[in-house]
């Protein structure tokens, strides 16, 4: 079985931080690049940070560059995004993806055919 699971989620202030996890089994992760997308309510669903599996090329959107990190655990076989300095404008569903074609990153949802169920990140005062 080959899933995607994401976590971390949850209700932060604005400026404060989570870090959401996307935990791979069945395949080895590290053999893929993976993406963050994520999409509010009413909104398309749009690329956040990615990173690829050959060479650890990292992709930021420019409205998160300078405040999310995005990061590999072979040995946990998950993905890390850290998000700092938090906006309500980063309010949304977040999502992981991956294919298994794919070495390379993109920040183009309809590249990715493997998706996790979603992670809510809320940041309101």
């Known amino acids: 079985q080959v899933q995607l699971v994401e976590s971390g989620g949850g209700l932060v202030q604005p400026g404060g931080s989570l870090r959401l996890s996307c935990a791979a089994s069945?395949?080895?992760?590290?053999?893929?690049?993976i993406g963050w997308f994520r999409q509010a309510p009413g909104k398309e669903r749009e690329g956040v940070s990615c990173?690829?599996?050959?060479?650890?090329?990292?992709y930021y959107a420019d409205s998160v560059k300078g405040r999310f990190t995005i990061s590999r655990d072979n040995a946990k076989n998950t993905v890390y995004l850290q998000m700092n300095s938090l906006k309500p404008e980063d309010t949304a569903v977040y999502y992981c993806?991956?294919?298994?074609?794919?070495?390379?990153?993109?920040?183009?949802?309809?590249?990715?055919?493997?998706w996790g169920q979603g992670t809510q990140v809320t940041v309101s005062s």
């Open positions: 069945g395949f080895t992760l590290d053999y893929y690049a």
């Open positions: 990173i690829s599996s050959s060479d650890g090329t990292t």
């Open positions: 993806a991956t294919d298994f074609s794919k070495l390379y990153c993109s920040d183009q949802s309809a590249d990715f055919g493997s």
